[in-house]
T-cell receptor, first 114, second 117 residues
């Protein structure tokens, strides 16, 4: 069975500092990996996704993530945090040939301090 | 990008009544729609997967008689919480996908906050 683990339910960084949100997955077949952002009382917005090809994926708002098969990881990074980045971030996995349903990690709350 | 509209954004209902939540894909036809439930400060838990014109597939532990899902067209799915109780209070989110593989992006509605009093 596939699963997603996000290390750290709460991450706090200073404005301008590096953002690193960790995600590890468990899957017996090559997964598709996603990062979503959620602002309070809103739905989810896709930041980026990995399906095939280049393992370093660039997304919106300056975020990027690297798929590392050997480490079963898909960590999300941003070189310089902005106050508007404060939100809840979810890593998710879906499987090739599956109906497309997503399995979400527990979520990480990103706090950005001025 | 594709837009998924969920209505209402919030609803308060009395215990024992039923509530219907709509999920519409505004500018694309959604082969598959998903319904999630999210408790405060927690992740999204998939409740069911619905394909247009067929019965929804419910996740283990989800009461299909309590959470009725109808996917009558390629642009509309509804979730009806029947005989709602306070423990059903939660944030419900739908998503819609074009196609049936995991490769394509799922677009999410803005969510519905249900409070049962």
């Amino acid at each position: 069975a596939q699963s997603v683990t996000q290390l750290g339910s709460h991450v706090s960084v200073s404005e301008g500092a590096l953002v690193l949100l960790r995600c590890n997955y468990s899957s017996s077949v090559p997964p598709y990996l996603f990062w979503y952002v959620q602002y309070p009382n809103q739905g989810l917005q896709l930041l980026l996704k990995y399906t095939t090809g280049a393992t370093l994926v660039k997304g919106i708002n300056g975020f990027e993530a690297e798929f590392k098969k050997s480490e079963t990881s898909f960590h999300l990074t941003k070189p310089s945090a902005h106050m508007s980045d404060a939100a809840e971030y979810f890593c998710a996995v879906s499987l090739l040939g599956n109906t497309g349903k997503l399995i979400f990690g527990q979520g990480t709350t990103l706090q950005v301090k001025p | 990008g594709a837009v998924v509209s969920q209505h209402p954004s919030w609803v308060i209902c009395k215990s024992g009544t039923s509530v219907k939540i709509e999920c519409r894909s505004l500018d694309f036809q959604a082969t598959t729609m998903f319904w999630y439930r999210q408790f405060p400060k927690q992740s999204l838990m998939l409740m069911a997967t619905s394909n247009e014109g067929s019965k929804a597939t419910y996740e283990q532990g989800v009461e299909k008689d309590k959470f009725l899902i109808n996917h009558a067209s390629l642009t509309l799915s509804t979730l009806t919480v029947t005989s709602a109780h306070p423990e059903d209070s939660s944030f419900y989110i739908c998503s819609a996908r074009v196609g049936t593989t995991g490769r394509t992006e799922a677009f999410f509605g803005q969510g519905t906050r249900l409070t049962v009093v």
